[in-house]
């Protein structure tokens, strides 16, 4: 098995996933007692979201090309990123770094080619819902994604930021995005794609009106095809 890099601590409810469901998807498919060789850095999130929040992206991109740089450094044959927003600054590691970097956008939209969803509704931060870098890879895999309504961008990115991120998951919360969805689906959307990695504990990805497309699951599958080869 191939040694995979992993940049996490954003949030840690997040890198906690992903290990746990790259080492979940592994086991499956080799030796039962079988593990990930993985190399995990989880970065201190306040520091990137003070910075995220001045707009200081170079900064941000900084951190996180230290941190992969020290990644590669340490043994890593590939990186990936624990976070959907955090692609935002993909093009300065991949720029940084020798050794592949998994993007979390060709990872899904590779996943609705595959189902034949060519429409969907992105449910995420204020950032990925509302900027290119995550919409045009989607865009690219063929899929059509309904423009981001400005109340629901506030209300999702909110509750992100508010409690899941700081892990408290509420009933207001779930009603909240039970409610999206299903005017999502009168909106036209054919799935909706969950393009954060907290909103799965507030949204029952395998109970809902529409198919659900959850970013994390996504990449850790990916994460583990890639450490098999």
């Known amino acids: 098995m191939r040694k995979l890099g992993l940049i996490g601590g954003m949030s840690w409810i997040s890198t906690r996933a992903y290990y746990e469901r790259i080492n979940q998807f592994v086991q499956k498919r080799a030796a039962p007692m079988a593990s990930a060789p993985l190399l995990i850095e989880s970065l201190d999130y306040s520091q990137i979201y003070q910075a995220k929040q001045a707009d200081e992206w170079d900064r941000v991109g900084t951190i996180l090309v230290d941190s992969a740089r020290r990644l590669e450094s340490a043994g890593a044959e590939g990186l990936i990123i624990a976070a959907n927003a955090m692609h935002m600054v993909y093009d300065r590691l991949t720029e940084a ?33 509302t900027e290119g870098f995550y919409r045009n890879r989607l865009v690219a895999h063929g899929v059509d994604l309904l423009p981001p309504n400005p109340e629901t961008v506030e209300m999702v990115d909110g509750i992100i930021y508010k409690e899941l991120m700081l892990g408290r998951v509420t009933r207001d919360a779930e009603r909240a995005l039970k409610t999206i969805i299903t005017q999502k689906e009168k909106d036209g959307a054919a799935a909706i794609v969950l393009a954060c990695t907290e909103l799965e504990m507030v949204v029952d990805t395998r109970a809902n009106v529409l198919p659900v497309f959850d970013s994390t699951s996504i990449h850790c599958r990916a994460a583990a095809d890639w450490i098999l080869g």
């Open 97 to 129: 770094v020798s050794i592949p970097v998994l993007h979390i956008a060709d990872s899904v939209g590779q996943a609705m080619q595959e189902a034949k969803c060519e429409s969907a509704a992105l449910l995420g931060t204020r950032l990925v819902m």
